[in-house]
């Protein structure tokens, strides 16, 4: 069974710090590409950043790069738990949204959704 479990939101003060996690099981790690979006309030989802299971480059939207970094945790290492992090740092009000984990297969394109965690940047 496909599983994203994305945990790591809440509320933080701008100019703070948060990390997302979405760990993945029931699908080989290392065959799909990793990516975060966001959906703030009444806007469109919208891509933040991507990274392959097995790792090797990352993708940022302009708005976060400098500010956010993506990293996995996969198989080919010791103790590894497939798990794909958002580091958020530098944050602004502006980053206030409901963050995503989606699983993309590098062929065929299948992808899996985790939910939805919140992230809340507000003095």
């Known amino acids: 069974q496909v599983q994203l479990v994305v945990s790591g939101g809440g509320l933080v003060h701008p100019g703070g710090c948060l990390r997302l996690s979405c760990a993945a099981s029931?699908?080989?790690?290392?065959?799909?590409?990793i990516h975060w979006y966001r959906q703030a309030p009444g806007k469109e989802r919208e891509f933040v950043a991507s990274?392959?299971?097995?790792?090797?480059?990352?993708?940022?939207?302009?708005?976060v790069k400098g500010r956010f970094t993506i990293s996995t945790d996969n198989a080919s290492t010791s103790n590894a738990k497939n798990t794909v992090y958002l580091q958020m740092n530098s944050l602004k009000p502006e980053d206030t949204a409901m963050y995503y984990c989606?699983?993309?297969?590098?062929?065929?394109?299948?992808?899996?959704w985790g939910k939805g965690t919140l992230v809340t940047v507000s003095s």
């Open positions: 029931g699908f080989t790690f290392s065959r799909y590409v």
């Open positions: 989606n699983a993309q297969h590098r062929d065929d394109g299948r992808a899996y």
């Open positions: 990274i392959p299971g097995s790792g090797g480059w990352t993708n940022y939207a302009d708005p």
